[in-house]
């Protein structure tokens, strides 16, 4: 961190200034201040110059802004030179090299963040608010006049509010009504419409003596929302108003001493030590409580911690219920049988002061007998384990200012009709949670943090696990930690993570005690989603695997949801990874079961395949539940995206015992993997299936498994490798039929053309192209005349690239609509070198439309980068400008590595055309690089090209005459320099 003493580096936060030497230095300018706002919003962040000139500027930018924002960067740069924070760019970005606490208001949420997490009667939840509200010195980004600005300040407002408001909490919680009722006036009086300031500024005045006030003030309040607002003011209010009305003693100071003889009990457990992190579950519990809700149940799997969450939040408010608490562990899910709940009504009732001769024995008149002893009492009652609804019913407070709060494993939804619970979900520890606890029993944490943050991993963020793991440091050493990481690598995590010394109360015995509490058919499923390839299944290929109506499974699936041993996740259903080990276990030998789940993978990726580049019947087998149906290339591949691990997690588990479902898998599948650019998936996919067939394999299938796999290399850049596949396979297609000959024709020429041996890859395309006419299959026949068009476009033979991109397009428009984005680009690019710059334009604006309907963002980049150039040639300056930049802000998702060479070539052009030399070498340097590391001659060629160029443009002869003198060596490897560079 960079702070100044206690002074956070940047402020922002009133005026915008930087603390150097412990005084503030203005930012300068308005404008400048704004641009080092927008670094420090996000600090540590790259954040895009279009971004920072929008925002400076909004909108109305002079016609150079790089121009002139350039020299407000190397002032901010002065300026902060003396504090040890930078300001760096790279590839049209910029970024401020700080903390996050660096900057105030960065700063002030984190100090809040701390505060909420510690109990309202805690010195520190009044001191670190303190702390926190001394950031705000004035209306945020003052003087800079913007409307990013106006829309920061906006933002910050509430949050400003909500920080005194959880201060004056915390003060009243303390007893310190006094202190604060002039602060209380003054927020109320700039806040009126703020109901919890009204309700504070009530309390405050009530405990003050000054009842009176206190009334008169929600008389005002309730007018005037009546007159502005047509409403009346909230139920919350008017409650207060009638506790003020009755004298409730519970509106007293909290410290005040209780005057009455009835017993108080005090059944609360000590607090858990090293409590850590839920501050959005504890933030929730204080918002439904502020509602109004007098029940709140905190529900989510075992092992959670939801007893030490609803402990540790209990203690909190504890200090609101001055007759007292009342406890019970309902022993719902501990392996024992659930204590009878006639039982905890009997116990709390003797704690209430009655005495056993006074109880009824009936359940219901137990339960009677208790609703009327809270009737009048102010009780908070923790209720800790349910078995389910029907265990706390009878529990449960009538209507008063009493508060229950539940936990269970159930999800206890049966209570949020008849009784209004809210019901908190409880899931994972965050990384930094979990290391803060693990941390605590490390000596040496901070140089253990990867170590740590892998041993959170490896225990799911479950934090029982993460306790059980903390229990085997005895002494805390890097050696003990290294060696716990091991064994939780290699051995048995459930067997690992259980309690020293004891046999049950693990995290096995744990899930278990859940899992013995389903009916038969819940427990089958909960089984395969054990032996389920992935964490995420589809209801519908689990009842393919169980042969049952989708109906009954997803009825068995919500049982699962409800006992917190499976979740959704989106359409389809999910398990926490140590639940999936323990489900795995418990299902035994499921073979057969996963053969009809990965049948029903197959059929619908095969099935979306067919929708984008064309139906393969001859590889369909019949499912019991039929597979999805899709509406269009796009639908198809959304389905298909969220599910590429669980198709590459079925193929590696299927190629032992089930290769013809792996065979089908990695068929239906690698089409998107080379649309994505995911080529290392793609590679191990194909060795894994080549592996489980073997040198024994049906010649077919082997030499589609070869020419797969050297696709997959080539397009990786590994051509060498690539070569020695497809050969392969190309010497044994020569026994095979017409089909599998012209495949392997195909994938040698495109080979050969990435590799620049122009000559003999057209000599293998027009052998696929001739064979494909023969078998009679045009949709590949297209392909072969795609390849050969972009060699005729590398020879600059544009009228013959156009003439075969213009039939490659119309083809797959009907038969393979995920090739069309990528042929319009084709055939629009060609247009432009033939000068016919306005049908270039339209031809790409429908590539860029067929791209995103696809979701494929590589494609929609490169399109976008030739339209930019189009576009600005054609005399559509600004049009061009936005294109280009839609184009660069694509980037980061552009996953293939040959278009990703082009798409910065492309940007170099548009910048050399508009003029900007600097910025134009900038990204054929960028170019350059990548097509280096593809290997793509003819991309080295453009690059080195563009370079010249840049640097003729910039008056440095001796650099252009270097870089055409590289760009025309590539001649040489039959890959002549480019005469126009688009």
């Given amino acids: 961190m960079l702070t100044q003493g206690d002074e956070p580096l940047i402020r922002l936060l009133g005026d915008v200034s930087i603390v150097v030497n412990g005084e503030p230095v203005s930012a300068g300018t308005p404008k400048q201040a704004c641009v080092l706002a927008c670094l420090a919003w996000t600090p540590g962040t790259p954040v895009d110059t279009d971004t920072i000139i929008e925002r400076v500027w909004d909108g109305d930018a002079p016609a150079n802004p790089r121009n002139t924002l350039s020299p407000y960067v190397t002032r901010l740069r002065s300026l902060l030179s003396d504090t040890g924070a930078t300001i760096t760019g790279k590839s049209g970005t910029y970024t401020l090299n700080v903390a996050d606490t660096d900057v105030d208001v960065h700063a002030m949420r984190t100090l809040a963040a701390r505060a909420r997490d510690v109990p309202a009667h805690h010195p520190d939840a009044i001191s670190l608010r303190r702390k926190a509200l001394r950031l705000w010195r004035g209306s945020p980004l003052s003087r800079v006049d ?155 799997p075992g092992g959670m911690g939801k007893t030490s969450l609803a402990l540790w939040w209990a203690h909190r408010v504890a200090a609101d219920f001055a007759d007292g608490q009342l406890f019970a562990d309902l022993r719902g899910y501990s392996g024992e049988e659930p204590v009878p709940t006639s039982r905890i009504l009997a116990g709390f009732l003797r704690a209430l002061g009655h005495n056993d001769s006074d109880l009824p024995t009936g359940e219901s008149e137990l339960a009677g007998m208790y609703r009327t002893a809270l009737a009048k009492k102010n009780v908070l009652i923790v209720l800790d384990n349910a078995a389910g609804p029907a265990q706390v019913r009878p529990l449960l407070p009538g209507d ?76 805390g050493s890097a050696e003990e930690l290294s060696a716990l990481v091991t064994d939780l690598e290699s051995g048995d995590r459930l067997a690992t993570l259980s309690r020293p010394g004891e046999t049950v109360g693990g995290l096995a015995a744990t899930i278990e005690s859940s899992y013995r509490r389903l009916d038969p058919a819940a427990r089958e499923v909960f089984e395969l989603l054990g032996a389920h390839p992935s964490g995420e299944a589809d209801a519908a290929a689990l009842a393919n695997a169980v042969g049952r109506p989708v109906a009954q499974v997803n009825r068995s699936l919500r049982r699962l949801e409800a006992a917190h041993l499976a979740h959704r996740v989106e359409s389809r259903w999910g398990v926490h990874d140590l639940v999936k080990e323990f489900a795995a276990r418990a299902a035994g030998d499921v073979g057969d079961r996963l053969g009809r789940l990965y049948d029903w993978y197959a059929m619908g990726v095969l099935g979306a395949d067919g929708h984008i580049y064309g139906p393969r019947p001859q590889l369909r087998v019949d499912t019991t539940v039929p597979p999805p149906e899709f509406d269009g290339a796009g639908e198809a591949d959304a389905w298909v995206e969220p599910r590429v691990d669980v198709f590459l997690a079925a193929i590696d588990q299927a190629a032992a015992r089930h290769r013809d479902q792996a065979l089908r898998l990695v068929t239906g599948l690698w089409r998107y993997l080379w649309r994505r650019g995911m080529y290392d998936a793609w590679i191990t996919a194909q060795h894994t299936v080549l592996d489980a067939f073997g040198e024994d394999a049906d010649a077919r299938v082997r030499c589609q498994l070869l020419m797969g796999l050297g696709n997959a290399y080539n397009c990786a850049g590994r051509h060498d490798k690539g070569a020695g596949h497809i050969r392969a396979a190309y010497d044994l297609a020569q026994d095979l039929d017409v089909e599998e000959r012209a495949k392997t024709a195909g994938a040698l020429g495109v080979l050969l053309s990435d590799c620049g041996s122009s000559r003999e890859a057209r000599s293998y395309l027009e052998q696929a192209r001739d064979l494909y006419a023969k078998a009679a299959v045009p949709g590949r026949v297209a392909v072969s005349q795609y390849e050969l068009g972009r060699l005729d476009y590398r020879d600059e033979v544009f009228a013959d690239a156009l003439d075969r991109f213009a039939e490659a397009v119309a083809v797959w428009e009907s038969l393979a609509p995920g090739s069309v984005a990528i042929g319009l680009t084709s055939l629009g690019r060609t247009q432009a070198r033939l000068g016919r710059l306005a049908e270039a334009a339209t031809t790409l604006e429908r590539a860029v439309a067929a791209a995103r309907d696809l979701s494929h963002p590589s494609v929609e980049s490169y399109a976008l980068s030739i339209l930019a150039i189009v576009l600005h040639r054609n005399g559509s ?106």
């Fill in 146 to 300: 913007c409307r990013w600005a106006d829309a920061i300040s906006v933002t910050l407002e509430p949050e400003h509010v909500s920080l005194w408001t959880d201060l004056f909490d915390a003060e009243l919680a303390q007893g310190n009504h006094a202190t604060i009722l002039g602060e209380l006036s003054q927020l109320h009086n700039r806040h009126p419409d703020n109901e919890n300031l009204i309700g504070q500024y009530m309390v405050a005045l009530y405990r003050c003596g000054r009842g009176v006030e206190a009334l008169e003030t929600f008389r005002r309040t309730d007018s005037r929302f009546r007159r502005e607002f047509g409403i009346d003011a909230s139920r919350r209010l008017a409650e207060l108003q009638r506790r003020i009305l009755a004298d409730d003693p519970s509106l007293s100071d909290t410290a005040a001493a209780k005057t009455s003889t009835e017993p108080v009990p005090a059944q609360l457990p000590e607090p858990p030590p090293g409590f850590v992190g839920r501050s959005a579950e504890l933030r929730a519990a204080d918002d439904q409580v502020a509602r109004g809700r007098r029940a709140v149940a905190f529900v989510g």
């Fill in 400 to 475: 008063g200012n009493c508060l229950a709060v539940l936990t269970s494993r159930d999800d206890l939804r049966g209570l949020k009709v008849d009784h209004d619970v809210a019901t908190i979900g409880v899931g994972e520890l965050s990384t930094p949670d979990a290391v803060a606890i693990l941390s605590a029993h490390v000596t040496a944490a901070p140089e253990a943090r990867d170590q740590l943050e892998r041993l959170a991993e490896l225990c799911g963020h479950l934090p029982l696990a993460i306790r059980l793991a903390a229990s085997r440091l005895p002494s």
């Fill in 877 to 982: 300056t600004r049009a061009g400008w936005r294109r280009h930049r839609e184009a660069i802000a694509l980037t980061p998702r552009v996953t293939h590595a040959d278009l990703r060479v082009e798409i910065h070539n492309f940007a170099g052009v548009f910048r050399a055309q508009a003029e900007q030399p600097e910025a134009a070498i900038e990204y054929h340097h960028v170019a350059l690089a990548l097509a280096e590391e593809a290997d793509a001659g003819y991309e080295k060629a453009r690059a080195h090209q563009g370079l010249a160029d840049a640097y003729a443009a910039r008056d440095d002869a001796e650099a252009a005459a270097h870089r055409r003198a590289a760009a025309a060596g590539f001649a040489l490897a039959q890959t002549p320099p480019p005469s126009d560079l688009l």
